[in-house]
T-cell receptor
């Protein structure tokens, strides 16, 4: 079955520190992958997406993610976290054989310490 | 373009009541979906549609009905609300051949 796993429920980092949020996927066909961010009480904002091609994907707000097929991972990174990055982050994915349906991970709550 | 719109933003229902969550998009997207978001569970697909007149079940369809009479609208109906349906509901749309979904702002539903 297709699945997306975010192993970390909560992560706390200091402002200015680097960040890596983990995402693992399980798809038989070529996956397409996304990272979304959700601030409290808000909707979902797309940070970045991977469909094919270059495995390092740049997104908004200084985020990037790297698709690693050998590790079935699509981890989100940021070199220097800002206090405004505190939010919940969702990894989502689908496959070319699965229509346009997305499967979401359970989310990682990011806390930024000043 | 307004994108994907959802009404209402907030709703409180009593157990057993019925209601319809509205979703509309003005981007001429063929695909539309409904998700529910619950703490610790991410977003889960309720129902989806690949075009007017065509709908199918997602991961958690029980207790919900949908129909798609036009390309623009995809309402979600709760026939007899239950406390387990307390959640935030998101509607999304995309066009055929794309995998990037555009989300509405959400409806927060509380069933007492």
């Amino acid at each position: 079955a297709q699945s997306v796993t975010q192993p970390d429920i909560h992560i706390t980092v200091s402002e200015g520190a680097s960040l890596e949020l983990r995402c693992n996927y399980s798809y038989g066909a070529t996956p397409y992958l996304f990272w979304y961010v959700q601030s409290p009480g808000q909707g979902l904002q797309l940070l970045l997406k991977y469909f094919s091609g270059d495995t390092l994907v740049q997104g908004i707000k200084g985020f990037e993610a790297e698709f690693k097929r050998s590790q079935s991972s699509f981890n989100l990174r940021k070199p220097s976290v800002h206090w405004s990055d505190a939010a919940e982050y969702f990894c989502a994915g689908g496959s070319t054989g699965g229509g346009n349906k997305l499967t979401f991970g359970t989310g990682t709550q990011l806390k930024v310490e000043l | 373009n307004a994108g994907v719109t959802q009404t209402p933003k907030f709703q409180v229902l009593k157990t057993g009541q019925s209601m319809t969550l509205q979703c509309a998009q003005d981007m001429n997207h063929e695909y539309m979906s409904w998700y529910r978001q619950d703490p610790g569970m991410g977003l889960r697909l309720i129902h989806y549609s690949v075009g007017a007149g065509i709908t199918d079940q997602g991961e958690v369809p029980n207790g919900y009905n949908v129909s798609r009479s036009t390309t623009e609208d995809f309402p979600l109906r709760l026939l007899s609300a239950a406390p387990s349906q307390t959640s935030v509901y998101f509607c999304a749309s995309t066009y055929a051949g794309s995998y990037e979904q555009y989300f509405g702002p959400g409806t927060r539903l509380t069933v007492t």
